[in-house]
């Protein structure tokens, strides 16, 4: 008997055993027949190439409107989406106190109040605290007479909506407001907010058009929020200025900074850590384009640092009287810094501060009245220096095996303290504090975690595994110690490798409650991601993105190999372009797997970069390639893109879901996915798809979302690998 036919067949009824060791059990219930959805084939021809797409009508042609409104999706989609949801519901039923188990340890993990220390500034301290029990964070401020107040409850905002996230929280530098951005529809789009501290009153936006992701920034003047308008496709476009008390004034209280056409292209805005200016990024995945509004001329048209030119990428910050830059001008691949004038900011004037070292990668800086601080990456460790006007530089780092290192977004420009915070797989964030003179650290404070947490009952391996190009792929595995034991469990397999984004090795008490469970959680740090510099991401990009998926696979291999991971017991995890990862991995082999999870994923990838008309599709088709304009695009994307490459062989178990109102990888991308999947597949094993028709690309913000969805995520895992 499958593992399917074990946990739906009628009569069985202590199947599954829950986090406390004893058997549940699990109602008599017929067993379901999985949705087929009808074939239509759509014959397409492109650049002298054909395809035959069989679910290209699960793409609603209004989809563009259905997102916001899903209302106005085609009756026969809404009823296939239903479908797949009833099905999975009734696969996945006799899972549901298992799911309650997990979800209930990630709560317990979570149960005990943690309070970033409070940074102060001008006599007022801000912090942010989560309660115990609480779905979100508190923002809470104390004023210099010592009384204290809640200046931001996102849980109050939440209250009776379906959906609600929070971003960009700031206070003025005036301290007279508190803004954020909310999305209340899971979208993306965000109206702002801002409470005034003196009067108790809130502020809001008429519509829900900003851009959240670094979108709202406060003028240092205090008198304006800086903010991306989002176009009707979702795109931020438009940068406006509006004042503070303006905000519920509508069109008429916003005024026009820059608007941007080219739509391979992206805004965001941001404040200089100096408060000397505000600068508007203009950003693709090969170059940027930096307009600066000084402070004291608030109000005047933004001025260029250096023209967009593509294979040119820098970041602009203030420091020491002139403009420091990150850059990979002139070949600095992994990232050199240089100066510049603040009036006259060319790259004609771009003096070296700091020279590049090929396999140090330079991720960040942070400006300080005294010092400048800047992360990097050196022979694949997180790294802090800091760094004196007259040259001299301290180096801040960690002996731990695996570790992730970041600069708390909480810094007082005119400090010598540096606040950064570290964690591990096995350790909590730790606040921690580094005199930039002395380079004496102390820390402030620690997250608590409840459930009995003990980190010396968990271990970390950092391994290698040799790719079959001789490449050798990071992997970082937790483990809970077994009495001394190491044999061989079941694994977690997590990866993402796409957009030079890198997955660090940070705490997750949801990895923590798989872990107490037998399991090993592992991360794949492959090719598309930047853990061993820009190189390791120009490496699985482009026509050279199959690595990323023959990476994934070799470190499967490599832990079976080494006794980490279970034969038969490996389940593979992604989100998004993770999703295609996973996807592409499975497709060339599926019997490495028991199991797949596939979050929102990017596996439609040829259909889609192949639709001029979808929001990111200019903006990252140098990432992906262009399958509309290039043949050796079109044929690399068409041999991996995991929707054209499933085929008749044994799938594992495959759970995929979608956000039906999300911008970025939109719920037919899985719905086809899952569809080909089930027709093609020679095992029994069951194909699940669930879309959420009250969310987008992400769950809402809550814990509580957060939990529930993982714990569906990790009690599917324990079904797949035979646990249950």
Same mark, same amino acid.
């Given at each position: 008997?499958?593992?399917?036919?074990?946990? &739906?067949?009628a009569?069985?009824?202590?199947?599954?055993?829950?986090?406390?060791?004893?058997?549940?059990?699990?109602?008599?219930?017929?067993t379901?027949? @999985?949705?087929?959805?009808?074939?239509?084939?759509?014959?397409?021809?492109?650049l002298?190439?054909?395809?035959?797409?069989?679910?290209?009508?699960?793409?609603?042609e209004?989809w563009?409107?259905?997102?916001?409104d899903?209302?106005?999706?085609?009756?026969?989609?809404?009823?296939?989406?239903?479908?797949?949801?009833?099905?999975?519901?009734a696969?996945l039923?006799?899972?549901?106190?298992?799911?309650?188990?997990?979800?209930a340890?990630?709560?317990?993990?979570?149960?005990?109040? $943690?309070?970033? @220390?409070?940074?102060?500034?001008?006599? /007022?301290?801000?912090?942010?605290?989560?309660?115990?029990?609480?779905?979100?964070?508190?923002?809470?401020?104390?004023?210099?007479?010592g009384?204290?107040?809640?200046?931001?409850?996102?849980?109050?905002?939440?209250?009776?909506?379906?959906?609600?996230?929070?971003?960009?929280?700031?206070?003025?530098?005036?301290?007279?407001?508190?803004?954020?951005?909310?999305d209340?529809?899971?979208?993306?789009?965000?109206?702002?907010?801002?409470?005034?501290?003196?009067?108790?009153?809130? &502020?809001?936006?008429?519509?829900?058009?900003?851009?959240?992701?670094?979108?709202?920034?406060?003028?240092?003047?205090?008198r304006?929020?800086?903010?991306?308008?989002?176009?009707?496709?979702?795109?931020?476009?438009?940068?406006?200025?509006?004042?503070?008390?303006?905000?519920?004034?509508?069109?008429?209280?916003?005024?026009?900074?820059?608007?941007?056409t080219?739509?391979?292209?992206?805004?965001?805005?941001?404040?200089?850590?100096?408060?000397?200016?505000?600068?508007?990024?203009?950003?693709?995945?090969?170059?940027?384009?930096?307009?600066?509004?000084?402070?004291?001329?608030?109000?005047?048209?933004?001025?260029?640092?250096?023209? !967009? $030119?593509?294979?040119l990428?820098y970041?602009?910050? =203030?420091?020491?009287?002139?403009?420091?830059?990150?850059? =990979?001008?002139?070949?600095?691949? =992994?990232?050199?810094?240089?100066?510049?004038?603040?009036?006259?900011?060319?790259?004609?004037?771009?003096?070296?501060?700091?020279?590049?070292?090929?396999?140090?990668?330079i991720?960040?800086?942070?400006?300080? *009245?005294?010092?400048? *601080?800047?992360?990097?990456?050196?022979?694949?460790?997180?790294?802090?220096?800091?760094?004196?006007?007259?040259? $001299?530089?301290?180096?801040?780092? /960690?002996?731990? =095996?695996?570790?992730?290192?970041?600069?708390?977004?909480?810094?007082?420009?005119?400090?010598?303290?540096?606040?950064?915070?570290?964690?591990?797989?096995?350790? @909590?964030? !730790?606040? &921690?504090?580094?005199?930039?003179?002395?380079?004496?650290?102390?820390?402030?404070?620690?997250? !608590?975690?409840?459930?009995?947490?003990?980190?010396?009952?968990?271990?970390?391996?950092?391994?290698?595994?040799?790719?079959?190009?001789?490449?050798?792929?990071?992997?970082?595995?937790?483990?809970?110690?077994?009495g +001394?034991?190491?044999?061989?469990?079941?694994?977690?397999?997590?990866?993402?490798?796409?957009?030079?984004?890198?997955?660090?090795?940070?705490?997750?008490?949801?990895?923590?409650?798989?872990?107490?469970?037998?399991?090993?959680?592992?991360?794949?740090?492959?090719?598309?991601?930047?853990?061993?510099?820009?190189?390791?991401?120009?490496?699985?990009?482009?026509?050279?993105?199959?690595?990323?998926?023959i %990476?994934?696979?070799?470190?499967?291999r490599?832990?079976?190999?080494r006794?980490?991971?279970?034969?038969?017991?490996?389940?593979?995890?992604?989100?998004?372009?993770?999703?295609?990862?996973?996807? +592409?991995?499975?497709?060339?082999?599926?019997?490495?797997?028991?199991?797949?999870?596939?979050q929102?994923? /990017?596996?439609?990838?040829?259909?889609?970069?192949?639709?001029?008309?979808?929001?990111?599709?200019?903006?990252?088709?140098? %990432?992906?390639?262009?399958?509309?304009a290039?043949?050796?695009?079109?044929?690399?994307?068409?041999?991996?893109?995991?929707?054209?490459?499933? !085929?008749?062989?044994?799938?594992?178990?495959?759970?995929?879901?979608a956000?039906?109102?999300?911008?970025?990888?939109?719920?037919?991308?899985?719905?086809?996915?899952?569809?080909?999947?089930?027709e093609?597949?020679?095992?029994?094993?069951?194909?699940?798809?669930?879309?959420?028709m009250?969310?987008?690309?992400?769950?809402?913000?809550?814990?509580?979302?957060r939990?529930?969805?993982?714990?569906? /995520?990790?009690?599917?895992?324990?079904?797949?690998? +035979?646990?249950?």
């Amino acid at each position: 008997m499958n593992r399917r036919q074990l946990l &739906i067949s009628a009569g069985l009824a202590t199947v599954l055993l829950p986090l406390s060791g004893k058997p549940f059990a699990t109602a008599s219930v017929p067993t379901p027949t @999985p949705p087929r959805a009808a074939r239509r084939p759509v014959r397409i021809e492109q650049l002298g190439r054909v395809r035959v797409d069989p679910y290209a009508w699960l793409r609603a042609e209004n989809w563009d409107e259905a997102r916001h409104d899903p209302g106005l999706l085609d009756p026969e989609i809404v009823a296939h989406l239903e479908a797949e949801n009833a099905y999975a519901d009734a696969v996945l039923a006799p899972l549901t106190e298992r799911r309650e188990a997990y979800a209930a340890r990630m709560a317990a993990l979570q149960s005990e109040s $943690t309070e970033a @220390p409070a940074l102060e500034t001008d006599g /007022f301290a801000y912090r942010v605290r989560q309660r115990p029990g609480a779905d979100h964070p508190e923002h809470v401020r104390r004023s210099p007479g010592g009384s204290e107040e809640i200046v931001f409850s996102p849980g109050d905002r939440a209250r009776g909506s379906a959906y609600y996230r929070s971003v960009a929280e700031q206070h003025t530098p005036d301290h007279r407001y508190f803004v954020w951005a909310e999305d209340t529809e899971g979208g993306d789009a965000y109206r702002i907010c801002a409470r005034d501290l003196e009067t108790g009153e809130v &502020i809001e936006q008429h519509a829900a058009e900003a851009f959240g992701w670094e979108g709202v920034v406060v003028s240092p003047c205090s008198r304006f929020v800086f903010w991306t308008r989002r176009n009707s496709r979702g795109r931020p476009v438009r940068v406006y200025r509006t004042p503070l008390g303006g905000l519920a004034e509508g069109d008429a209280a916003d005024t026009l900074v820059y608007e941007e056409t080219d739509e391979a292209l992206f805004l965001s805005v941001r404040r200089a850590a100096s408060g000397a200016h505000v600068a508007i990024r203009i950003s693709g995945p090969d170059l940027d384009e930096w307009r600066l509004i000084a402070s004291d001329r608030i109000e005047s048209e933004p001025a260029v640092v250096e023209p !967009r $030119t593509p294979g040119l990428r820098y970041m602009v910050e =203030d420091w020491n009287g002139a403009l420091v830059i990150l850059t =990979d001008a002139d070949q600095a691949v =992994d990232g050199q810094i240089v100066t510049a004038p603040r009036e006259t900011p060319g790259r004609g004037r771009w003096r070296t501060l700091v020279e590049h070292r090929p396999g140090t990668h330079i991720l960040d800086i942070r400006p300080f *009245a005294g010092h400048l *601080a800047r992360r990097q990456r050196r022979n694949g460790r997180l790294e802090v220096v800091t760094r004196e006007p007259a040259g $001299t530089e301290r180096v801040i780092g /960690f002996d731990e =095996d695996a570790y992730a290192l970041t600069l708390d977004d909480a810094q007082y420009h005119p400090s010598t303290s540096l606040r950064l915070i570290y964690q591990s797989p096995r350790e @909590p964030r !730790r606040w &921690i504090s580094c005199d930039m003179t002395s380079g004496e650290t102390t820390e402030l404070a620690r997250q !608590r975690v409840g459930g009995g947490f003990d980190a010396d009952n968990y271990e970390i391996l950092r391994l290698d595994a040799p790719s079959p190009d001789g490449a050798q792929i990071p992997i970082t595995v937790l483990r809970r110690r077994n009495g +001394g034991g190491s044999g061989p469990r079941p694994l977690m397999l997590h990866g993402y490798g796409a957009y030079g984004v890198s997955t660090e090795a940070a705490f997750s008490p949801e990895a923590i409650a798989l872990a107490d469970e037998g399991w090993a959680y592992a991360i794949a740090h492959v090719r598309g991601g930047s853990e061993k510099g820009r190189n390791w991401f120009l490496d699985g990009r482009r026509d050279k993105k199959v690595n990323s998926f023959i %990476d994934f696979n070799a470190c499967a291999r490599h832990l079976l190999d080494r006794g980490v991971a279970r034969p038969g017991a490996i389940v593979g995890y992604g989100l998004s372009a993770g999703g295609l990862l996973v996807g +592409g991995a499975v497709n060339r082999a599926p019997d490495l797997y028991a199991g797949i999870i596939a979050q929102v994923p /990017f596996v439609d990838m040829l259909n889609t970069m192949s639709d001029a008309n979808h929001p990111l599709v200019p903006l990252f088709r140098p %990432d992906w390639g262009d399958p509309l304009a290039d043949p050796d695009a079109y044929d690399w994307i068409a041999a991996i893109s995991p929707y054209e490459n499933v !085929r008749a062989q044994p799938y594992p178990a495959i759970l995929a879901t979608a956000g039906v109102r999300d911008p970025r990888v939109s719920y037919w991308e899985p719905a086809k996915w899952t569809a080909a999947l089930r027709e093609a597949t020679t095992s029994d094993n069951p194909v699940l798809f669930t879309t959420d028709m009250a969310a987008g690309h992400q769950t809402s913000g809550g814990a509580s979302d957060r939990h529930a969805q993982m714990a569906l /995520f990790w009690a599917f895992a324990d079904f797949a690998a +035979g646990r249950a």
